[in-house]
C-alpha cells in the first residue's frame, strides 16, 4: 500500500472516531487510535506515523496514535527501525512470561494482562524503574472460547490483585467484542466491560482510581465501542488493509 492510500485511510478512520464520538455526545478528541501493526512492514507503518503526525501538525486536534502489536517477535524487529519517530507501543496480545523481557525493552503497556502470573512476572521485571508500567486487564465479555481474557465476574478481584502490585499502574481493561452482525450483541459487551470498569473504580481499592481507560473497539465495530464508552480503539485493516501472511512469527 502507497503512502497515499495510507494517509487518505488514516485520515477516514479519524473521521470515523470523531462522528462516533459526536453521536455519543462526546468530545470528537475523547478516543485514542491505535494502530496495530500485525503482519505490516515498517515502511507501512513509518508512513501511518508521519501521516499521523502532518495531521495533528495542521490542526487536527486528535491525540497521538499509539502502536500495538500482537507478536512480540514483530515488536522486536519493528521498533528498533521506527525508534526515530518515538512512537508508543502497546503489547495487544498474549504475552508469554519468557517474552516478556524482549517486550519490555519497546512496550510501555501491556494490554492482555489476563492472570496474576502474568501481572507478577511484569513487577519483577519494572518494579525498578523510575516511571510504572501501565497495564490492562483483558476481559473476555463474550464468553468464546476462542478469544483471551478474564471472565467478567473475576475481573474485578484480578484488577485489585494487579493494580497493588509494585510498578504497574492499572490503566483500565480491554476487550475484544463478540463476534458478531447483531450490533445489539456486540454493544451489549462493550457495556458490560464498561459496568466492570465502573465497578472497579467505584470500589475504591488501592492503584484503582485511575483505572478509567476501556480499550474497545476494532476496524469493524469502533462505532459500537464508542457509544458504549470505549477510550482507545484497536484498529488494523482499517487503516492498512487486509493482512499480510505472517511469515513464521511467534506470539
Known sequence: MSSEDVTRR?????????????????????????????????????????????????????????????RVQELTAKAPAL????????????LQSNKVTAAL?????????ADEVLARRLSDRVRDRPEPLEVWVQVNVSGEATKHGVTPDAAPDLAARVAA?????????????????????????FARLRAVRDEVVAGGAPGTG???????????????????????????????????PAAGTVA
Open 105 to 113: 525493552r519497546w512496550a510501555s503497556a501491556v494490554e492482555s494482562v
Open 210 to 244: 485511575h483505572a478509567h481507560g476501556l480499550s474497545m473497539g476494532m476496524s469493524g465495530d469502533l462505532e459500537a465501542a464508542v457509544l458504549e464508552g470505549s477510550t482507545l480503539v484497536r484498529l488494523g485493516t482499517a487503516v492498512f488493509g487486509a493482512r499480510r
Open 165 to 189: 502490585l509494585p510498578g504497574l499502574r492499572l490503566a483500565g481493561f480491554m476487550t475484544i467484542g463478540a463476534r458478531s452482525d447483531d450490533e445489539r450483541v456486540v454493544r451489549d459487551g
Open 10 to 70: 488514516l485520515a477516514q478512520v479519524q473521521d470515523r472516531v470523531a462522528a462516533a464520538c459526536v453521536a455519543a455526545g462526546r468530545p470528537p478528541g475523547a478516543v485514542q487510535v491505535l494502530l496495530a501493526s500485525k503482519t505490516m512492514d515498517v515502511a507501512t507503518v513509518r508512513a501511518a506515523l508521519a501521516a499521523d503526525a502532518a495531521a495533528r501538525a495542521a490542526g487536527s486536534g486528535t491525540p497521538p496514535v499509539l502502536l500495538g502489536e500482537n
Open 83 to 94: 525508534v526515530d519517530l518515538s512512537p508508543t507501543w502497546h503489547v495487544i496480545g498474549p
